[in-house]
């Protein structure tokens, strides 16, 4: 399986952007899918993750409230749906799936993710 994240670009503070995470593979019930990003100059930060059978979900407390992680099943995709986004939202935006029996707690470790896809870049001008 491989991943491919888009949806990046340049946008105003206080405007929304919406990523998208595509896998060449049918994502099977016992994944779940990561959001990351990692700025210049600083370590790799959670963002968001989802269980694929589920639809449960956990956010890092920078981006909750603002961001909406959610599944297509149909299209084989995860979205990020950004909203009010910051400057210090900038980065570059990767997802990633980890293999996890069912009822695995999500988790906002990227340790814990198998498998990593090219980032898409975020860019949030003041």
């Known amino acids: 399986v491989q991943l491919q994240a888009s949806g990046g670009g340049l946008v105003l503070a206080g405007g929304s952007l919406r990523l998208s995470c595509a896998a060449s593979?049918?994502?099977?019930?016992?994944?779940?899918v990561g959001w990351f990003r990692q700025a210049p100059g600083k370590e790799r930060e959670f963002v968001a993750a989802l269980t694929w059978r589920e639809a449960r979900t956990l956010y890092s407390d920078s981006v909750k409230g603002r961001f909406t992680i959610s599944r297509d099943s149909a299209e084989n995709t995860v979205s990020l749906q950004m909203n009010n986004l910051k400057p210090e939202d900038t980065a570059l935006y990767h997802c990633a799936l980890r293999q996890a029996p069912s009822r695995t707690p999500l988790t906002a470790s990227g340790a814990q993710f198998d498998l990593w896809g090219q980032g898409t870049q975020v860019t949030v001008s003041s």
């Open positions: 593979a049918p994502i099977l019930s016992n994944y779940h």
